[in-house]
């Protein structure tokens, strides 16, 4: 992946298909709290579900744990219940 580029995108300005390609134009929110295009993601409409069940999937997971971390801290005599709940800022799941 010589060419692969990292945009920060935290909404979707547009999105089209034209000829079985699905464009999707990615926003950041600016300065002045309007979304701004940031990129664009272009693909083949045929791969456009396989990329939303992913997301979905990631979601789920995303989902799992943080029950998982909430009833780990509920749990009486666990140090992590007297402690403010502690979310990673990061999540890898591979």
Known sequence: MADARTIFADGILDASVTHGVARLTL??????G?????GQLVMPLVQLPALANGIMGLLKQIES?????????????????EAPASIPGAFRFG
């Open 65 to 81: 744990r943080m029950k998982e971390a909430q009833a780990q801290a509920q749990q009486p005599g666990n140090a992590a219940a």
């Open 34 to 38: 309007k979304p701004v295009a940031a």
């Open 27 to 32: 926003a950041q929110t600016g300065p002045d």
